[in-house]
């Protein structure tokens, strides 16, 4: 159970100022030597397996580089001990690299590198949960989300028919020091949507928005806010049969539903959700959503916060109302 009333919510002067010390990246090292040393038939863990698999961190360091173009490694902060820890052979620097780049990064390079690694390899959801713990226990404020997969009809090399499964979203870092808006709106949102591959598309979006929030870009998420709404909206019309133009905007969706008691069977108590339900789109529109024109305003930290949250309990009151399993 989540501590909902942590010290975390005094420890972090803003949401998206998150400090990983140097006992989580140790602890996030040993489950990935945990992942590593044990074996996938029997569950015996070798212990004499002290780092990651070569394979892994090769594919990491090369994802990364790729991706961001360098390692970021601060040699003041590594302590003595993180120069001796494997031999020095072509493989094994690599590996030193990696340690190095992962016990001394910024914040920000830590969080790609915790995404990086369930791009370059598949991992059950026993160690995004330990992951998760961590994060808990040493109350850091953020927390992963989960694999979203989908099955599809392939064909085998000899083109026989077969079931297939692809992933269509990976885990991503999320900020979570507010722990109350978290577990009543973010959390729950964040879990209907993985679960339902209905809402994909709405899934991509609002995670999109959770990755520009952390990079503090806070246009862009108050907008991937609103593209999440809309996508569970026409999700909803498109599964209930109900007429809607493709390129409506939020209020005409919220119309649509209004007009097929989405909220409620009594006409009159069924309109008073359209405002809410119009919030974000409003908001979104006043901060460019068709150009800023020659005026322009731009959101903060604090608007964006606060429509992610109000964009994630609206997604999970439109699904739970919809019945759409």
Same mark, same amino acid.
């Given at each position: 159970?989540?501590?909902?009333?942590?010290?975390?919510?005094?420890?972090?002067?803003?949401?998206?100022?998150?400090?990983?010390?140097?006992?989580?990246?140790?602890?996030?090292?040993?489950?990935?030597?945990?992942?590593?040393?044990?074996?996938?038939?029997?569950?015996?863990?070798?212990?004499?397996?002290?780092?990651?698999?070569?394979?892994?961190?090769?594919?990491?360091?090369?994802?990364?580089?790729?991706?961001?173009?360098?390692?970021?490694?601060?040699?003041?902060?590594?302590?003595?001990?993180?120069?001796?820890?494997?031999?020095?052979?072509?493989?094994?620097?690599? !590996? &030193? %690299?990696?340690?190095?780049?992962?016990?001394?990064? @910024?914040?920000?390079?830590?969080?790609? =590198? #915790?995404? +990086?690694?369930?791009?370059?390899?598949?991992?059950?959801?026993?160690?995004?949960?330990?992951?998760?713990?961590?994060?808990?226990?040493?109350?850091?404020?953020?927390?992963?989300?989960?694999?979203?997969?989908?099955?599809?009809?392939?064909?085998?090399?000899?083109?026989?028919?077969?079931?297939?499964?692809?992933?269509?979203?990976?885990?991503?870092? !999320? &900020? %979570?020091?507010?722990?109350?808006?978290?577990?009543? @709106?973010?959390?729950?949102?964040?879990? =209907? #949507?993985? +679960?339902?591959?209905?809402?994909?598309?709405?899934?991509?979006?609002?995670?999109?928005?959770?990755?520009?929030?952390?990079?503090?870009?806070?246009?862009?998420?108050?907008?991937?806010?609103?593209?999440?709404?809309?996508?569970?909206?026409?999700?909803?019309?498109?599964?209930?049969?109900?007429?809607?133009?493709?390129?409506?905007?939020?209020?005409?969706? &919220?119309?649509?539903?209004?007009?097929?008691?989405?909220?409620?069977?009594?006409?009159?108590?069924?309109?008073?959700?359209?405002?809410?339900?119009?919030?974000?789109?409003?908001?979104?529109?006043?901060?460019?959503?068709?150009?800023?024109?020659?005026?322009?305003?731009?959101?903060?930290?604090?608007?964006?916060?606060?429509?992610?949250?109000?964009?994630?309990?609206?997604?999970?009151?439109?699904?739970?109302?919809?019945?759409?399993?």
């Amino acid at each position: 159970m989540s501590k909902i009333f942590s010290k975390r919510n005094k420890k972090v002067k803003n949401d998206y100022d998150i400090k990983i010390s140097n006992e989580v990246r140790y602890r996030i090292w040993r489950v990935l030597i945990g992942h590593n040393s044990r074996d996938r038939l029997t569950g015996y863990i070798d212990s004499s397996i002290d780092h990651p698999s070569s394979d892994l961190i090769v594919k990491l360091r090369n994802y990364l580089l790729d991706e961001f173009g360098y390692l970021e490694i601060n040699k003041s902060k590594l302590p003595p001990a993180a120069y001796n820890l494997f031999p020095h052979g072509a493989e094994e620097k690599k !590996i &030193i %690299n990696m340690k190095k780049c992962f016990t001394s990064c @910024s914040s920000l390079m830590f969080f790609n =590198i #915790l995404e +990086s690694l369930f791009m370059v390899e598949y991992f059950e959801d026993d160690v995004i949960d330990k992951f998760n713990n961590i994060f808990e226990d040493e109350e850091v404020g953020i927390t992963l989300s989960y694999y979203q997969r989908e099955e599809y009809d392939g064909h085998t090399d000899f083109n026989v028919p077969h079931k297939c499964i692809r992933t269509i979203a990976y885990p991503q870092v !999320i &900020i %979570n020091s507010n722990q109350m808006t978290y577990c009543i @709106s973010v959390a729950p949102c964040l879990k =209907i #949507l993985t +679960s339902n591959l209905k809402f994909k598309s709405a899934n991509e979006e609002i995670l999109k928005a959770h990755k520009h929030y952390r990079n503090q870009e806070w246009d862009d998420c108050v907008l991937k806010c609103g593209k999440a709404i809309e996508s569970t909206l026409k999700t909803i019309c498109s599964y209930k049969k109900w007429k809607y133009n493709q390129r409506d905007v939020i209020s005409k969706l &919220i119309d649509v539903c209004v007009d097929n008691n989405l909220f409620h069977k009594d006409n009159g108590f069924n309109t008073r959700y359209m405002n809410p339900m119009q919030f974000v789109g409003t908001i979104r529109n006043d901060f460019g959503a068709h150009g800023k024109g020659p005026n322009p305003i731009y959101a903060t930290g604090i608007e964006a916060r606060h429509l992610l949250g109000i964009a994630s309990s609206n997604i999970l009151f439109l699904i739970e109302k919809s019945g759409i399993k």
